[in-house]
């Protein structure tokens, strides 16, 4: 019976134990040392959607009427505003698709790009200030990490071609326990949502358009069988050590 008992606690060690080939991301047989591998990128340009946060800045040698379409936000000490501040001092596309700016009025920039809105908005100022200076920014891309990493939560990125590799290392990179095979990408497409699985081991994940991030992503990591079945090890010890107690007791009392 305790030969049994060994034995059987033997087989979940094996089966729950790590192997290098479980942590390695982009993985490829051919990558060889200082020859590098090149792959062809999709990025896809983002397009603007309701309840995107623009920064909107008019830059002019009359600071007057610059000031009128100039949204003051308060600023730290090192002269930065905080994600808060920076979405109080932005401007909302409405559920229309629109920017409603001062004296210029609404302007249409659903499914356009921030450099497509920032020559509309600079067509339209060009009327009313000579010499004026447009400057857009989309200060709402934020990601949420979710799952088997280090420090899950909401991220703002500041980099419009920011890839699912960045995003993971802001959260502090993935656990030992999180498979690097089922990571679930949950992107935002109007007013649907659309879930997709990637693999982190393989080395095509660069080519794939979902290796750019866009803004309102959420990143779900999932954890490794080998993870639960080393947490499930721990349950089953302490069983096994109260059956072998209970049987040298029985032992004993015979």
Same mark, same amino acid.
């Given at each position: 019976?305790?030969?049994? #008992?060994?034995?059987?606690?033997?087989?979940?060690?094996? *089966?729950?134990?790590?192997?290098?080939?479980? &942590?390695?991301?982009?993985?490829?047989?051919?990558?060889?040392?200082?020859?590098?591998?090149?792959?062809?990128?999709?990025?896809?340009?983002?397009?603007?959607?309701?309840?995107?946060?623009? !920064?909107?800045?008019?830059?002019?040698?009359?600071?007057?009427?610059?000031?009128?379409?100039?949204?003051? *936000?308060?600023?730290?000490?090192?002269?930065?505003?905080?994600?808060?501040?920076?979405?109080?001092?932005?401007?909302?596309?409405?559920?229309?698709?629109?920017?409603?700016?001062?004296?210029?009025?609404? &302007?249409?920039?659903?499914?356009?790009?921030?450099?497509? !809105?920032?020559?509309?908005?600079?067509?339209? #100022?060009?009327?009313?200030?000579?010499?004026?200076?447009?400057?857009?920014?989309?200060?709402?891309?934020?990601?949420?990490?979710?799952?088997?990493?280090?420090?899950?939560?909401?991220?703002?990125?500041?980099?419009?071609? +920011?890839?699912? &590799?960045?995003?993971?290392?802001? +959260?502090?990179?993935?656990?030992?326990? +999180?498979?690097?095979?089922?990571?679930?990408?949950?992107?935002?497409?109007?007013?649907? !949502?659309?879930?997709?699985?990637?693999?982190?081991?393989?080395?095509?994940?660069? %080519? !794939?358009?979902?290796?750019?991030?866009?803004?309102?992503?959420?990143?779900?990591?999932?954890?490794?069988?080998? %993870?639960?079945?080393?947490?499930?090890?721990?349950?089953?010890?302490?069983?096994?050590?109260?059956?072998?107690?209970?049987? &040298?007791?029985?032992?004993?009392?015979?």
């Amino acid at each position: 019976m305790r030969n049994l #008992l060994y034995f059987l606690s033997l087989v979940l060690l094996v *089966s729950s134990c790590m192997t290098k080939k479980e &942590l390695v991301y982009m993985q490829n047989p051919t990558y060889k040392e200082n020859l590098p591998t090149n792959h062809a990128t999709s990025y896809s340009v983002y397009k603007l959607q309701p309840n995107d946060v623009l !920064s909107i800045k008019v830059l002019s040698v009359d600071p007057d009427m610059a000031d009128m379409f100039n949204i003051v *936000s308060p600023t730290n000490a090192f002269g930065m505003s905080d994600p808060g501040s920076m979405y109080l001092s932005g401007y909302t596309i409405d559920n229309e698709g629109y920017v409603n700016l001062p004296t210029v009025g609404k &302007l249409k920039m659903e499914g356009l790009t921030t450099s497509q !809105s920032q020559d509309l908005i600079q067509r339209n #100022l060009n009327r009313y200030i000579t010499d004026a200076t447009v400057v857009v920014k989309l200060i709402s891309f934020k990601i949420s990490v979710l799952g088997d990493v280090k420090a899950p939560g909401r991220y703002f990125i500041y980099n419009d071609r +920011a890839n699912l &590799l960045e995003g993971l290392s802001m +959260a502090g990179d993935l656990t030992q326990g +999180a498979s690097r095979q089922n990571v679930k990408l949950i992107r935002q497409k109007g007013d649907q !949502s659309e879930v997709v699985l990637l693999d982190l081991t393989d080395p095509n994940l660069v %080519q !794939s358009q979902y290796y750019y991030l866009m803004p309102n992503d959420v990143i779900y990591v999932e954890p490794r069988k080998t %993870q639960l079945k080393r947490e499930n090890l721990v349950v089953v010890g302490v069983m096994l050590s109260i059956i072998s107690t209970g049987v &040298l007791l029985l032992n004993y009392l015979k």
